[in-house]
């Protein structure tokens, strides 16, 4: 979203590859029994919409809208509407200053959108205004240093220090999901419910994609050039972490999850 920090994954095909494989199911199901016909949902930092869409279909006829800062995203999100789906729309939107009401939704949700933020306490506090009082807000957030994986090849342990030093150089926090409830709480919610969940690759064909999204995205996406730009590693770097995320790939043994810490919030 906009604001002081910078998104530190940008939007090349490596990072919109992982967007659109979430989904309702794989990434907010701790929000499931909270979307029901009729609700108004606010989707902050939406990406590519595939949450979006889905948070359309199970609260329909309700009003969903899907804001993101990137402008060339949210173009994407529009075009890539379902057929048939017709209570979702998409805006350019700052988390800081979301332009509704107050009050103006049932549920406010955000998905990996905090990390990259120099100030999520503020962007809270925004999304529990645009919450209706009794209302949700749910968020869920990665927390790198709770990622776990085997085996670990030669030149992919390099990369999550080179990832910290370029999120955390961008304003971001990496290790937000276990800050969650501890920010919720700085925002004034009194009512916080904090879990955790996981995302888990495993297969020939979860591994060949995962190592694909992470490895090319240290070598080629935004992260890259900043890592290069900021001397936190040279292209040469980069390409034997690849590497090493290509060897883990074709592990036959080879396994990775991902920690999300994740909390729902009564406005």
């Known amino acids: 979203m906009a604001g002081e920090a910078t998104y530190t994954h940008g939007h090349h095909e490596t990072v919109l590859s992982a967007h659109r494989w979430r989904t309702v199911e ?14 108004s949902v606010l989707d902050v930092g939406c990406g590519p919409g595939s949450i979006t869409a889905g948070l359309a279909g199970r ?17 994407q999100a529009t075009r890539a509407i379902p057929d048939g789906v017709r209570n979702v729309e998409f805006a350019v939107g700052d988390v800081y200053d ?35 009082p009794g209302g949700v807000v749910a968020v869920r957030e990665a927390d790198f240093g709770g990622m776990v994986w085997h085996p670990d090849p030669p030149g ?20 937000a999901g276990r800050r969650l409830a501890a920010w919720a709480r700085e925002a004034g ?6 879990s955790a969940s ?12 995962w190592a694909e999204s992470w490895g090319g995205r240290l070598a080629r996406s935004a992260v890259a050039d ?19 995320w290509k060897a883990w790939a074709a592990a036959e043994d080879g396994w990775f999850a991902v920690l999300h810490g994740e909390i729902l919030c009564r406005a």
């Open 26 to 39: 794989n990434s907010a199901a701790y929000l499931i029994e909270h979307l029901r016909p009729g609700a």
């Open 59 to 75: 609260v329909a006829p309700g009003r969903v809208v899907g804001v993101d800062a990137a402008e060339s995203v949210v173009e």
């Open 98 to 132: 979301l332009r509704f009401p107050d009050g103006a939704f049932d549920v406010v949700h955000a998905h990996q959108v905090l990390q990259h933020i120099a100030d999520p306490v503020g962007a809270l506090r925004e999304m529990r205004r645009v919450a209706k």
């Open 156 to 175: 992919m342990d390099a990369w999550l220090p080179v990832y910290y030093r370029v999120a955390r150089g961008n304003g971001g926090e990496p290790d």
């Open 189 to 194: 919610f009194a009512d916080v419910r904090a």
């Open 198 to 209: 996981s995302w888990c690759f495993a297969t020939p064909d979860e591994r060949a994609w």
């Open 226 to 244: 900043t890592a290069v730009a900021e001397g936190h590693a040279t292209r040469d770097d980069l390409e034997r972490i690849y590497a090493g």
